[in-house]
């Protein structure tokens, strides 16, 4: 089954309004997680990553939250702009024979309004 | 900024046929990973290759599928006889040495096979 998912497939907000997408997963052995943004017709692109030995690290207008008790994963987006509409993916790195892999859950997809 | 580039961007291809998609990956990076994105669907892994030669690969990786890395900058991803499920956004990535490393995707090409 899959390891990693999301909980709304779609997020509506107004701009200026703060986000917050969630990500479970289920793979206890994962030690990375990412979040990747895709535009239409992109490719992902690197937003913010965590480890497990963090519970929180924070960029520009983002923050990861981990929560490795209940295996979610959190991305808040402060001040949402309509540029942040994009499909919003978390990946996991897990350790299939010893090598990275990120795995990407299903993604969700924020609309911004202006 | 350093970036993953890829050829096509589009390519259209009759069923049976063998399709090459190119990538460039970041040129100081010695991991790199084919990702595939069936329209409307999740971000699946492919395959990863370090060392001129596979490292991992998915159960979608069958037979039909093969990389390369023919010199010293191109990494190839073959489909040797499409098929109409084949149709897909094919993502090259790539990636630093060190495994967990960000893995930084191309903008895809897109194969359409009819």
């Known amino acids: 089954g899959e390891s990693v998912g999301l909980h709304l497939p779609t997020l509506s907000v107004q701009e200026g309004d703060n986000s917050i997408i969630n990500c479970a997963y289920s793979?206890?052995?994962?030690?990375?997680f990412i979040w990747y943004k895709q535009e239409s017709g992109k490719g992902p692109q690197f937003i913010i990553d965590?480890?497990?030995?963090?519970d929180k690290r924070q960029g520009q207008r983002v923050t990861v939250l981990l929560n490795k008790t209940v295996k979610h994963l959190s991305l808040q987006i402060a001040a949402t702009q309509p540029g942040d509409s994009a499909v919003y993916f978390c990946?996991?790195?897990?350790?299939?024979?010893?090598?990275?892999?990120?795995?990407f859950g299903r993604g969700t997809s924020l609309i911004v309004h202006p | 900024e350093p970036e993953v580039t890829q050829t096509p961007s589009h390519q259209v291809t009759q069923m049976g046929q063998e399709v090459i998609l190119r990538c460039v990956p970041i040129?100081?990076?010695?991991?790199f990973y084919w990702y595939r994105q069936i329209l409307g669907q999740k971000v699946e892994f492919l395959v990863s290759f370090y060392n001129n030669e596979i490292s991992e690969k998915s159960e979608i990786f069958d037979d039909q599928f093969s990389v390369e890395r023919p010199d010293g900058s191109n990494f190839t991803l073959k489909i040797r006889s499409t098929k109409l499920e084949d149709s897909a956004m094919y993502f090259c990535a790539s990636s630093e040495s060190a495994p967990g490393n960000t893995i930084y995707f191309g903008e895809g090409s897109w194969l359409t096979v009819v």
């Open positions: 040129s100081n990076h010695l991991y």
């Open positions: 965590i480890r497990s030995n963090m």
């Open positions: 793979n206890s052995a994962s030690d990375y």
């Open positions: 990946a996991e790195n897990i350790h299939p024979g010893g090598s990275y892999i990120p795995t």
